[in-house]
């Protein structure tokens, strides 16, 4: 199976920068994806990672680290419309699926 | 294309009725999915179909019979919901199918806008 874990809420002003962390277990690791979702929208794909390291997406970039279990979003220059749900989600080896966690909902205020 | 496209946007229902759920994407996707997700909740995978046979059903209640009539096109059949179904349900394509190899992009699930169903 696999547990993943996020902070529930967080704030942040516009134009600051904000971590989103996420950590996870699971018995076959095989990829971690972040996504954005906005109130009664569909989820959508923000990044992935499969390796160790940074990856970088113009104002968003995401961590990764295996052996801990761990990973971040890093979101730059908040704007108003990044007030959303931010879900980390992990891909099963076995069956390429995803799972996802709770999600963190981000409200950056002015 | 770029879309998963599902229809009705919203459904409301009662319990002894019978409806369904449509989701379309012409991507070429070879794999696709059926979310529930619940307020204030993650996404919880339902059923998967990949190359248009169904491939994982995650204890879904029979209630909920999904279909595959093609390549493009996913359905959920809804009969004798309850009220605790009430969710929206979001479909989801992707371009590899279960146990393809995995590279950067082979699994980025591309979701639709959902349908927003309530069951009185």
């Known amino acids: 199976g696999q547990n993943i874990d996020q902070p529930t809420e967080m704030t942040a002003t516009e134009g600051a920068i904000v971590q989103i962390n996420c950590t996870y277990q699971?018995?076959?690791?095989?990829?971690l994806f972040w996504y954005q979702q906005h109130a009664g929208e569909a989820p959508t794909f923000l990044s992935y990672n499969v390796l160790d390291g940074l990856e970088e997406k113009g104002r968003f970039s995401s961590f990764l680290s295996r052996s801990k279990g761990y990973s971040y979003l890093l979101l730059k220059e908040l704007q108003m419309k990044d007030s959303a749900s931010y879900l980390c989600?992990?891909?099963?080896?076995?069956?390429?699926?995803?799972?996802f966690g709770k999600g963190t909902m981000l409200l950056v205020s002015p | 294309d770029t879309e998963v496209t599902q229809t009705p946007k919203h459904l409301v229902m009662g319990m002894t009725n019978k409806k369904s759920l449509k989701c379309e994407q012409h991507m070429g996707h070879r794999a696709m999915y059926w979310y529930k997700q619940k307020a204030k909740k993650p996404p919880e995978l339902m059923f998967v179909?990949?190359?248009?046979?169904?491939?994982i059903n995650e204890s879904v209640p029979s209630r909920f019979s999904p279909e595959c009539p093609n390549s493009s096109l996913l359905n959920l059949h809804l009969h004798a919901l309850q009220p605790e179904d009430s969710a929206l349900y979001l479909c989801a394509s992707s371009k590899a199918p279960q146990g393809a190899p995995s590279s950067s992009g082979a699994n980025v699930l591309t979701f639709g806008a959902g349908s927003r169903l309530t069951v009185l």
């Open positions: 699971t018995s076959g690791f095989n990829g």
């Open positions: 989600a992990v891909r099963d080896r076995r069956y390429s699926t995803l799972t």
């Open positions: 179909y990949s190359y248009e046979k169904l491939s």
